[in-house]
């Protein structure tokens, strides 16, 4: 039986906590994070000459781009624990910290809601291999909405996969975000979707307010994520590479947006 994710202990990325962001990198724990060193996405775009640069070089200047993040105070992210021991990974962080999405083609960003005062992006997520299935996602999940909350709260938006096999796992589940109060506000290519909750100052759990976007027209209960969800119960946590499961058509994707079941 899977641990309770209470078992879990968590910390934000800082200069102190560094070092064990780095030790659980360097096992490798997901394909293509060690040459990535979760640097991805504060690229607005590719840098010059990456495809030339061999994998010990990328992996090299990733793991340089990420200390002077850190060092500079402009990166955010939760490192879980189990025993003491760094087994997880999810990076968050404002939307001018992580400016890839906004360059993407198949990006669809919602209206915001009237006074947000800010949009938080959750990126990526890593997992141990030996630690999958038990919860590390999510509890990584948790503690990122917490930190956004004593940021000062805001609109958080999420891209996770709507089958198993796709390039972006890292990127989460919908099951996961729908139990923390994520609704979907806009389909993101073929595989991966648009999700969105509001986080209060100090707000504990999921909101009450309503869905951003054009997602609340139609029906106001949760038919218009359900059936998306439906897809991805098979585990809490991206980066697994084992599971399979049928990809949702862009048709049925748009009819959830519109608050419709496909």
Known sequence: MAPEASKFSTKRLTKNTLPDF?????????????????????????????????????????????????????????LVYSKGEPVGWCQYGPREELPRFDNYRSYRRPAR??????????????????????GVASAALKAALQAIRDGGGGIVE????????????YLGTVSMFQKEGFKVVAPFGKSNIVMRRS?????????????????????????????????????????RGDGRGSLLTARQVYSAVKGKRP
């Open 158 to 169: 999420a891209y996770p996969i709507i089958r198993w096999g796709a390039y972006r796992e």
């Open 22 to 78: 780095e030790r659980l990198f360097e096992k490798h724990p997901a394909p293509g994070a060690f040459s990535c060193w979760c640097t991805y996405h504060h690229r607005a775009r590719p840098s010059v000459n990456e495809e030339l640069l061999s994998g010990v070089r990328r992996a090299a200047r990733n793991r340089q781009r990420r200390r002077e993040l850190v060092e500079n105070e402009s990166s955010h992210g939760i």
């Open 199 to 239: 986080v209060k100052c100090g707000s504990p759990g999921p909101p009450t307010t309503r869905v951003v976007g054009k997602a609340n027209s139609g029906n106001s209960g949760n038919s218009s994520s359900s059936s998306i969800g439906m897809s991805m119960r098979r585990g809490d946590h991206p980066s």
């Open 113 to 134: 809601e009237s006074g947000a005062k800010r949009l938080w992006r959750i990126t990526c997520f890593t997992v141990d291999r030996k630690h999958r299935q038990r």
